[in-house]
């Protein structure tokens, strides 16, 4: 699917997702339980925000000589046999991967898990050429299964389901005949997926990070999925978005330390695999062929801007884990493949304001995010930015609130206007006062009086009361 | 010590009483407090919703209100952090930048102020009861104070302070979130509540009002026996059973 | 090797430059000296001992069994291990460490007498490797580097050394002598970064491999045994 996951206002998408109890636990659960483990292994490793810092500092200089070090990388792909395509768009690159299956005669594709290929929309096209598209990270396929229910988190797609609903799902659509215990669906999905490993023409795989020194791209899982993907089929095709990249291999260690830790809190995932070309001469598995397509869609637009810093981004979903909106609302609510604090900041600026523009002020700027980030992305700062654009530029705020601004302005910008409207304050709002609260207030009041009670403006003001003090001679 | 009060426009207006403890708190601890008259508001709430533009009306008038101060303090953590971030707003002004710079380096919320400038954990306050501590999001992530509230409320005598389940989490207000969001902000603030409800707490007590104004509204609403107190009101609490 | 083709790099690296302002700049780009480098502070110090012991821990929250023993003893308790296993078939790489160490006569005398089929990876058989990599009970490999810290034991691939190895077995074994082991991955990077410095070219697949396959997809329940091996053992050599 697009990164668009469904047409349909916001509001609409909160609503149901907040009904959705299953959803809202399985995400606090999460949170919770993901809370104590990062702070622990972050605790175990010591120094936390030199890391950050180290983190921040070489995706910023990767950044900055990005052509460098993708002309790097494509020099040593090609050396190694692999080839190169450079996609400025979507379009673009799935033409190519269809040129490529369709030289193939592929029939059967297996892919593990890529948020660059969903965001391309990159399987109907597959499927339209009559192929049939495998999905073998669990969650990933456990979405796909049930006719492509979109993820709701960019690690752990499928969070959102629970586990009688995969049973069903696994009775419906593979013949599933056991119990909803997840040992027994993952067993099921192990020895399904098995058979289609085995007989893939070609493997998909999506980039962690790509090795600019050695022409190399690494793959982070637990599953072995990914390994599978490309340890069989004679075909591998690997997406990439363009700035999923580091100069050598120590750099590569450092950013998967930081990835393992704040995705899921471990030291290292079961397999991180760093593959370089097609097989070497006289091997006997691997891949034949090897094609590395890099993707913009919208990625170099960022750079250049103040929001670059959203492309130091890692894909690890700290944020989203510790996001106290997303845990009320879920993946869904977001409309988008990419969701939470880095959703909020990101879909606005690959898919533009008109789809998105809720989601820069579904956000209290709590700045977790911009705390857990191990990049040091100033997520809510780039959130307010998005508000400021919003506001200055794309002319989307309500009038209202326009004219609030306004009065905010002027009100403070002069202190006897300020002293002036304060002190009418009280009688302004003395209709709706009782009992020294209000609790039916009028205009933009009114949202927060629907679930809270607001203070009765005092009539004696701080200031008053000092002035009077300082008057009546109290010591000052 | 001369120390001139930014009182923030909340607290001006509608939690006064919070301002007056603050005043007769450090009145008692030594300090001569001024109130420049011309303080209107940091400029949070524009700020925050995008309007950049007149926030830094407001930023300015800030700057000129305490131009001629030693120590700025505030009573409340999300304030004084907006005031931190003036220089970052106004730099390469080359009118503002620098007189960001000075007031944003004399700026103390109250409570780092007295710890960490006064040097002051006890401050002979007393209140009894239980209590859980409220930690505000920009107090804590964004001007970076957290040891300084509990520090001081462990030495108020008869308060039996117990930590608040999930405290990391957002209360739900974030300015003008909880309007724009309100059937989300409502999730947030009720999810904190019954954290509250879990220690048993009579008193829920922090140092941003905006927090309070929000947890303290639902509250309310829900008829929830639970007290809201900003500490500046507790630590003015002097041989007292119970708060006023 | 025939160079791969590459194709839009121009006028792709081009926009980016134009994006950051400047001419395109596609060499003399040199890494600067980071400002931090934590990574080197881990274990630092520790002796050969300090680290098996931190790798005897980590391997206990990876569901990984770890086994001690000394190169005469080695061929016993790979016996043992295997049997405890469910016996083979077992399938091996082609690796001369597997004399060094003393294990020819298990594999090509004692298991094949009794019955457990051992299939020794051999490029000229093609697509039977995968076959009998998919077949196997058990996989059994030579650790190249092990990394203590997260209890990770690192292959680097070669003709007589398939991936499938690693994957498409039920159980995995690793030989782990103990002058493999290092404190983390920093130091293996290091030492593969240094290689390519030196002309050197990385094999075609680099296998980070810690503990068996698992998975918390469904509910956050962690899951051991997805897709890769369902069982995983160190075997530590402690004199080698």
């Not at chain 1, 998005?386 to 705020?397: D, L, N, P, S, Y």
């Not at chain 1, 004219?403 to 002293?419: I, V």
């Not at chain 2, 309100?182 to 905006?210: F, N, R, T």
Request: proline share 5%; glycine share 8%.
């Amino acid at each position: 699917m697009p990164m668009k996951i469904e047409n349909g206002p916001f509001w609409k998408r909160v609503e149901e997702n907040l009904q959705n109890d299953f959803m809202r636990g399985a995400v606090a659960g999460m949170q919770d339980r993901g809370y104590v483990r990062r702070l622990g292994v972050i605790e175990e490793l010591g120094h936390w925000e030199e890391w950050r810092s180290l983190a921040e500092q070489i995706r910023k200089h990767t950044l900055e000589h990005l052509d460098y070090y993708l002309m790097q990388l494509s020099e040593n792909v090609t050396k190694r046999g692999g080839h190169v395509f450079f996609a400025q768009t979507a379009e673009e690159a799935n033409d190519y991967i269809r040129r490529i299956t369709l030289e193939k005669q592929a029939k059967k594709i297996v892919k593990s898990k890529s948020m660059v290929t969903e965001e391309i929309n990159l399987n109907p096209v597959l499927e339209a050429i009559g192929c049939d598209v495998v999905e073998t990270d669990l969650g990933e396929y456990i979405l796909q299964i049930d006719d492509h229910d979109p993820p709701s988190h960019i690690v752990g797609p499928a969070l959102h389901k629970n586990k009688e609903q995969i049973r069903d799902v696994f009775r419906r659509k593979l013949g599933y005949d056991k119990s909803s215990d997840p040992v027994e669906l993952a067993r099921h999905a192990r020895e399904t997926l098995r058979r289609d490993y085995l007989t893939a023409d070609i493997g998909i795989t999506g980039c962690n990070f790509a090795i600019a020194e050695s022409g190399s791209i690494t793959l982070v899982t637990n599953e072995g999925n990914a390994d599978l993907v490309t340890a069989l089929p004679k075909t591998q095709i690997t997406v990439m978005g363009m700035e999923r990249i580091v100069p050598t291999f120590e750099e590569m260690e450092v950013l998967v330390s930081m990835l393992t830790r704040s995705a899921v809190g471990q030291k290292l995932t079961s397999y991180i695999t760093v593959l370089t070309g097609p097989r070497d001469e006289g091997d006997a598995d691997g891949p034949e062929e090897f094609h590395l397509v890099i993707v913009d869609n919208g990625r170099s637009s960022i750079l250049g801007t103040e929001f670059q810093p959203v492309l130091q981004c890692i894909r690890c979903a700290a944020c989203v884990n510790v996001c106290p909106v997303y845990r009320h609302i879920g993946g869904h609510s977001y409309g988008s493949i990419y969701s939470g604090p880095i959703g909020a900041v990101l879909s606005p600026l690959l898919g533009g304001y008109d789809d998105y523009k809720e989601l820069p002020y579904a956000s209290s700027l709590c700045a977790a995010c911009t705390e857990a980030c191990p990049v040091k992305i100033p997520l809510h700062e780039l959130l307010i930015k998005h508000r400021q654009i919003i506001v200055e530029r794309e002319g989307k705020a309500p009038v209202a609130e326009k004219l609030a601004m306004k009065a905010f302005r002027l009100g403070t910008a002069s202190p006897s206007l300020y002293r002036f409207g304060t002190k009418f304050a009280p009688s302004a709002f003395a209709p709706f006062v009782e009992d020294g609260r209000i609790t039916k207030g009028p205009g933009p009041l009114k949202a927060w009086t629907e679930s809270r009670e607001f203070p009765a403006p005092n009539k004696e003001r701080f200031r008053d009361w000092f002035l009077d003090r300082q008057k009546g001679g109290k010591p000052s | 010590m001369k120390v001139s009060l930014f009182v923030t426009c909340l607290i001006d207006l509608f939690y006064t009483n919070a301002g007056k403890a603050t005043v007769e708190l450090l009145e008692r601890l030594g300090c001569e407090i001024d109130f420049p008259e011309a303080q209107t508001c940091c400029g949070q709430p524009a700020y925050n919703s995008g309007y950049v533009k007149e926030a830094k009306e407001a930023m300015k008038q800030m700057m000129r209100a305490f131009a001629d101060t030693d120590y700025v303090v505030t009573p409340s953590g999300s304030c004084a952090a907006m005031l931190k971030e003036y220089p970052h707003i106004f730099h390469g002004d080359p009118e503002w930048e620098d007189e960001a710079k000075r007031l944003a380096a004399k700026t103390y919320e109250l409570t780092q102020f007295l710890v960490d400038v006064l040097k002051v954990e006890d401050v002979g306050a007393s209140l009894h009861g239980r209590a859980t501590y409220h930690t505000s999001c920009h107090m804590t992530r964004l001007l970076g104070v957290k040891e300084a509230p509990l520090r001081l409320l462990k030495h108020v005598k008869g308060l039996e302070l117990a930590p608040l389940p999930n405290a990391h989490q957002c209360c739900g207000f974030g300015g003008t979130f909880s309007v724009k969001m309100g059937p989300i902000s409502e999730q947030m603030v009720d999810e904190k509540i019954s954290h509250i409800e879990e220690v048993e707490a009579d008193y829920l007590i922090g140092a941003d009002c905006g927090c309070l104004m929000n947890i303290g509204g639902r509250i309310e609403r829900l008829g929830k026996p639970i007290r809201v107190m900003h500490i500046a009101e507790v630590l003015n609490q002097r041989n007292e059973k119970r708060g006023e | 090797m025939t160079r791969g083709t590459i194709q839009n790099r121009d006028a792709f690296l081009q926009t980016i430059a134009e994006r950051l302002g400047r001419a395109p700049r596609l060499s003399g780009v040199s890494r600067p000296q980071w400002d931090y480098a934590p990574q080197w502070t881990v274990f630092a110090g520790y002796s050969q001992d300090d680290l098996l012991s931190a790798l005897r821990e980590q391997c206990k929250l990876i569901h990984t069994d770890y086994i001690e023993t000394t190169s005469t003893e080695l061929a016993g308790v790979l016996k043992r291990q295997v049997a405890a296993y469910g016996g083979g078939p077992v399938i091996v790489p082609n690796d001369p460490r597997f004399a060094e160490y003393g294990l020819s006569p298990l594999l090509q005398d004692e298991w094949p007498v009794e019955q457990t089929a051992v299939h020794t990876w051999n490029p000229a058989l093609g697509r039977k490797n995968i076959d009998a990599a998919e077949q196997a009970n058990v996989g059994i490999v030579f650790s190249d580097i092990t990394l203590a810290e997260s209890g990770t034991v690192v292959l680097f691939s070669r003709n007589g050394q398939g991936r499938a190895i690693h994957f498409l077995p039920k159980t995995y074994i690793a030989i782990v002598p103990k002058s493999t082991v290092v404190p983390r991955m920093t130091q293996a990077a290091a030492l593969i970064h240094e290689q390519i410095e030196q002309g050197a070219l990385v094999p075609s697949c680099i296998n980070f491999i810690t503990g068996p396959s698992n998975s918390a997809d469904i509910e956050m329940n962690l899951v051991v045994g997805v897709h890769g091996p369902m069982k995983a053992a160190y075997i530590i050599v402690t004199d080698r």
